[in-house]
């Protein structure tokens, strides 16, 4: 007989029981997955930290130099033997006495049977020595008492000049064609060496003619033996003159935009200004010439000179030339911007559609650059034709559209790019170096993009 009173045990289905902790663990995972797959799987994009730099590592560069002159070569009108009257780089007049030709070499012996005569100055001697005379007396100082052994050598100096060109001109009537006394054919300074550089010009430089190891030059001196037609003597005509310089293409781009530089001659450490103009030569290369208006006599006997050109240190911020890149930017005027909020942004009164109806907001966007009369911001902040209001009492709209190009870097401060306006002020070989301490610029420490053709405005970066 059963129990009734026998319990039953009824068996329920069992219900599935989660852990809320391994659900919140799971997703973590997940999400930690993700961003790790994405931080694998995308560019890396490359930064640089602005730093402060200058161009002193390219100051001061040193170049070859070659000479340009205006210069006239004078050849022998006749055979002979030379004698020259003048000295090298003496300054000479037209029709100065400068050399005679004595076609049979016996100038010497002459000269001595001369010296055994009476020689006397004539009417035109003695007027050049009273112009030496009265040069000396207007110019005398009481203070500088050594002027005048210097005028007493310079006059006995003259008058024994004076007196040997009278016998040389006595000897030249009685030798008849076979001694002759020539007079300088212009005006300047005297030279007795020719090197085939007196005609060239900037526009037939080549860079050959830097090649100090194949200059030739043929300097002449008095007892020589000459050929009629042969060069004997040059002038250089003109006090100014030039050095021509090799430029690479960076130094051509740098100085294509300068008037005058300081230059040191290295020969002697002298420093003065010359102008500069950059000129494309014969073989297409570009070639810097330095102008100057003084030193031509000091440096007459060198074709070839060592110079450096001092430029003027320039500080700034640096960076690299790939980071640039080029933008335009909305222009605002500025009446229609004003300072605001917590900030002190500068913010613009603009109209916007919402639900139908037109309304009024102050929006701060963010400012590239200014100038006195403009705001200039990235075309992704503000749509073509949005309208802003001025904020004074005359009612007048500016309607977006207007841009202005500009260079500048995408900085990565605030984890995406945001384009900032640089003003170059030099131009190094890998870097440039950009004003510092604007409004809306650079600053020292901040992160720009190092490439910055890879990415565009507003772009998050993966670091």
Known sequence: MSNNNEKKTVKLKSVLSLNIGFVILGLVCVYLFVNMVIYFTTEKTSYYEVV????????????????????????????????????????????????????????????????????????????????????????????????????????????????NMNKLQKLAKEKGESFSINKSGSAGIVMYRIDDYETLTKKQLKKSD????????????????????????????????????????????????????????????????????????????????????????????????????????????????????KKKLYTIPKEYGAEGGEANNIGFNRQVRSEGEIKNEFYYPTIAYSDDNNYYVSTTLFDKGDILLSLDSGGNQYMIGSTQEFVGVYSINNGYTVFVRVNIIETLDEYYIVESGTTFGLSQYDRIVLDGSKVSENQIIFQ
Not at 246 to 260: F, N
């Open 52 to 163: 402060e730099g200058s161009n002193s590592e390219d100051l001061n560069t040193s170049y070859v130099g070659i000479a340009l002159r205006d210069e006239t070569i004078y050849t022998s009108k006749s055979s002979g033997y030379i004698d020259y009257y003048v000295s090298e780089c003496s300054r000479v007049s037209k029709n100065t006495t400068l050399y005679s030709i004595d076609s049979k070499g016996t100038l010497n012996d002459l000269l001595s049977e001369a010296t055994s005569s009476d020689t006397k100055l004539n009417s035109d001697n003695l007027s050049t020595i009273s112009d030496l005379i009265n040069t000396f007396t207007n110019s005398y100082d009481d203070m500088n008492f050594s002027q005048l052994y210097e005028f007493k050598t310079s006059l006995k100096g003259t008058v024994v000049d004076l007196v």
């Open 210 to 325: 830097f090649d100090q190891s194949k200059y030739i030059s043929a300097h002449f001196s008095s007892g020589s033996e000459v050929e009629k037609g042969a060069p004997i003597y040059k002038t250089i005509n003109n006090e100014e003159w030039s050095i021509a310089i090799q430029l690479t293409k960076e130094q051509a781009k740098k100085y294509k935009k300068t008037a005058g530089v300081k230059i040191k001659f290295l020969k002697d450490d002298v420093t003065t200004t010359a102008n500069i103009e950059v000129v494309k030569g014969a073989d297409k290369k570009r070639y810097g010439i330095l102008t100057l208006s003084k030193y031509m006599v000091r440096y007459a006997t060198d074709r070839f000179l060592d110079i450096q050109i001092i430029d003027q240190k320039t500080v700034g911020l640096k960076i690299p030339k790939t980071s640039l890149v």
